[in-house]
């Protein structure tokens, strides 16, 4: 059974960082392409960025620039760096082996003044 579990949301003030982790239990991860999504209250989920097993990188228009994806195979870990958070960031942020069900709890992020 794979499991996902996010860590490192919390409250920021605009214009500041956080770095979300997503540790997977299980031997599959290093094979898989892993994705950042995130569900802002009213909205349906997005994807924010996405990296392959080889770590290729895609990211939204919306963060490109601001967010960086990135993995560490050894660790079973991907990160999600957040820099020039914005109060639009503000969602629950999910980890997912891409094309599967296999979905993290979610994080929350606020970001506010």
């Known amino acids: 059974q794979v499991q996902l579990v996010e860590s490192g949301g919390g409250l920021v003030q605009p214009g500041g960082s956080l770095r979300l982790s997503c540790a997977a239990s299980?031997?599959?991860?290093?094979?898989?392409?892993m994705g950042w999504y995130r569900q802002a209250p009213g909205k349906q989920r997005e994807l924010v960025a996405a990296?392959?097993?080889?770590?290729?990188?895609h990211y939204a228009d919306s963060v490109k620039g601001r967010f960086t994806i990135s993995r560490d195979n050894a660790k079973n870990t991907v990160y999600l760096q957040m820099n020039s958070l914005k109060p639009e960031d503000t969602a629950v942020y999910y980890c997912?082996?891409?094309?599967?069900?296999?979905w993290g709890q979610g994080t929350q992020v606020t970001v506010s003044s």
């Open positions: 299980g031997s599959i991860f290093s094979a898989y392409a």
């Open positions: 997912n082996i891409r094309k599967t069900n296999y």
């Open positions: 990296i392959s097993s080889s770590h290729t990188t």
